[in-house]
């Protein structure tokens, strides 16, 4: 996995793929998660099960993560410019990310780059295996893991706040 891991992303062999989110009440589409997906040079697929957690492990996984959040951008730009309908997309990021200082600059900056509304975008926190496996040595209990949300206009209040994801109680 990691000796592969710098060639498959030159080669752009890690790729959204847009899981649909469907209302109960009405059927219809209304939004999508992107899930990366690693499709080798030869068509064959790597699970995210076997390279996430090594990822998180070395970081690259931001580099992953941000490779992700482009296509999901050049997706919802191709798509507006067309005037298709769509959706909000949500991409899961590391809490690797917490490491640079620049991490919601650069998206905010993505998308004006891609020419994307901010409402279409929703940034959420991706709970690792990982995680979860290092809270069972912490000495006192830790609450069960949840999702963080944030709609990325309220992305960069909770970070001018913070410049941290926002932690667990």
């Known amino acids: ?6 060639a498959a992303y ?12 469907v209302s109960l009440h009405t059927g219809k589409v209304v939004g999508a998660e992107a899930l990366v997906r690693w499709i080798r040079a030869d068509g064959s697929m790597v699970m995210p099960g076997r390279f996430i957690d090594v990822f998180e492990r070395n970081g ?11 296509q999901v951008l050049e ?3 191709d798509a507006l410019a067309q005037r298709e309908e769509v959706v909000p997309i949500s991409v899961n990021f590391s809490r690797r990310h917490n490491e640079y200082a620049d991490f919601v600059p650069n998206i905010l900056k993505r998308l004006k780059d891609y020419k994307v509304p901010g409402n279409l975008l929703e940034v959420r926190e991706r709970l690792s295996p990982l995680v979860h496996r290092s809270a069972r040595h912490h000495q006192r ?9 944030a709609k990325v206009g309220g992305l960069g209040a909770i970070w001018s706040a913070s410049g941290r994801w926002p932690t667990r109680p």
Do not use: C, H, W
């Open 1 to 6: 996995i990691v000796s592969g891991m710098v």
């Open 10 to 21: 030159n080669n752009k062999e890690f790729r959204a793929y847009l899981q649909p989110k």
């Open 141 to 149: 209990p830790l609450p069960p893991p949840r999702r963080l949300t």
């Open 60 to 70: 690259f996984v931001t580099k992953v993560d941000f490779a992700i959040l482009d």
């Open 75 to 77: 997706y919802l730009q």
